[in-house]
């Protein structure tokens, strides 16, 4: 069965902190994204990550991937309120375009 | 420019019944795919169309059927309502490049549907 876990499930941590979630896949694919969804909303695109090794910042984000170990991590530096939010990594199996989505990781900052 | 639209944005309907859900995608975009996402879960892939056609297809039963239109538009059909449809609806549509495959997909809002 395809799978994509995400953890922490939920993260509750204090402005200025830095913290890592974690993506892992359990079938081959190229290619990772990961997305931001706020409460009642639609899904942003953050990333795309296109490659082994690929590392990609914006802002307080910086997201990178290891397809060998089927594993990307979406690292947040210093974070502020505004990153409250829940997060979503994504994967394409195979370049099937059956999009599988992760958990989410539900992301609170506390002022 | 537009991004992907949806409508309607929120829907009641009552089990046994049929709802139909629409999208525009972006503009320049040629590739529509459907999401279901149950309260506190991530997305389910539902579907994909391209050139008016569902290329792929996720693990829905096929009370659950789209349409692509030539201005690259879609609708989602679902029958048989059951009370387990509720859930909101995304839509998200990408652009398709030879030897590439898809880009990012851009997700439209969603509609909610709450089935009764």
């Known amino acids: 069965e395809l799978k994509v876990e995400q953890n922490p499930l939920f993260l509750s941590m204090q402005e200025g902190k830095n913290y890592t979630i974690y993506c892992n896949y359990s079938?081959?694919?190229?290619?990772l994204y990961w997305y931001r969804q706020d409460p009642g909303k639609s899904l942003e695109s953050l990333f795309v990550?296109?490659?082994?090794?690929a590392v990609k910042q914006e802002g307080r984000l910086m997201a990178s991937l290891d397809t060998k170990a089927r594993l990307s991590t979406l690292h947040i530096t210093a974070a502020v309120h505004d990153l409250s939010a829940t997060y979503f990594c994504?994967?394409?199996?195979?370049?099937?375009?059956?999009?599988?989505f992760g958990t989410g990781t539900r992301l609170k900052v506390l002022a | 420019d537009a991004g992907v639209t949806q409508s309607p944005t929120h829907l009641i309907k009552t089990r046994g019944q049929q709802v139909t859900l629409r999208c525009s995608p972006k503009?320049?975009?040629?590739?529509v795919s459907w999401y279901q996402q149950a309260l506190g879960q991530g997305p389910q892939f539902i579907f994909q169309?391209?050139?008016?056609?569902?290329?792929q297809r996720g693990n829905f039963p096929d009370r659950f059927s789209g349409h692509q239109f030539p201005n690259y538009s879609s609708e989602l059909n679902v029958n048989a309502l059951l009370l387990g449809d509720s859930a909101l609806y995304l839509c998200?549509?990408?652009?398709?490049?030879?030897?590439?495959?898809?880009?990012?997909?851009?997700f439209g809002p969603g509609t909610r549907l709450t089935v009764l």
């Open positions: 998200a549509s990408s652009q398709y490049r030879q030897g590439f495959g898809t880009d990012t997909q851009y």
């Open positions: 079938t081959t694919s190229d290619r």
């Open positions: 990550l296109l490659s082994n090794g």
């Open positions: 994504a994967v394409d199996p195979q370049g099937t375009y059956k999009y599988i």
């Open positions: 503009s320049g975009h040629d590739t």
């Open positions: 169309y391209y050139e008016e056609e569902e290329r």
